[in-house]
């Protein structure tokens, strides 16, 4: 009987012990800038930030489109199930699309400043400082004080804007940048023709003007 009751409690405290170090990890490693409370990541908080009116939602037909999250990105170890992993295996080997975005560019800032945990957890995990109900206070903060999660729905790791993959991918980025070329391409392409034939037309007449006081 003893055995049964000793075999029970081990059954019902292990989990909750588990589930604590999580979250102390996560407090520990991945802390709030402090400039937030407790209740602000906390799941659906983010819905206090949201201003924008129902009338406009038909804009995030045009926007980033919300893929359906991938298995990994909800376990504590984002990459165990991938074959033949290594932790010394660096991020650009299987992720050189995501090196391209502003941050690394402009700042010179690494994957592992945003996704600083070990292992690294899948930006859905519940305890993740990735997760969206908290990105905002554990990530964004430490160099944007006072993000919001508003603020952290930023796409980082941007698409190509110049690619055919984008138009599913981010219409609105697609559409916007490849009508500013046209459009620049367009005006370069009439007004410079238009400017080398008024300058020919300024030197003929100079040249013709300067001999004829001759």
Request: glycine fraction near 8%.
């Amino acid at each position: 009987m003893l055995v049964r009751i000793f075999i029970f409690l081990l059954a019902v405290l292990l989990p909750a012990a588990d589930a604590s170090a999580q979250m102390a990890s996560a407090e520990g490693e991945a802390a709030s800038s402090g400039y937030f409370r407790d209740q602000d990541t906390l799941p659906g908080s983010y819905r206090l930030y949201q201003q924008q009116p129902k009338e406009l939602d038909w804009l995030w037909a045009v926007g980033p489109e919300k893929k359906k999250p991938r298995r990994a990105s909800f376990l504590k170890d984002s990459h165990s199930e991938v074959r033949d992993y290594s932790p010394r295996t660096r991020c650009t080997d299987c992720h050189r699309e995501k090196t391209k975005d502003l941050h690394q560019i402009r700042m010179g800032i690494t994957c592992v400043q945003c996704h600083r945990d070990e292992p690294i957890a899948g930006v859905h995990h519940y305890y993740s400082a990735m997760n969206p109900i908290r990105r905002h206070a554990y990530v964004c903060a430490k160099c944007h004080e006072g993000a919001t999660p508003s603020f952290a729905s930023y796409v980082v790791h941007e698409p190509n804007p110049l690619v055919m993959d984008t138009e599913e991918d981010f219409p609105l980025l697609f559409y916007g940048v490849w009508i500013m070329l046209i459009l620049a391409g367009g005006v370069f392409a009439f007004f410079l023709p238009y400017v080398g034939l008024w300058s020919l037309r300024e030197l003929i007449g100079k040249a013709t003007k300067g001999g004829g006081d001759e």
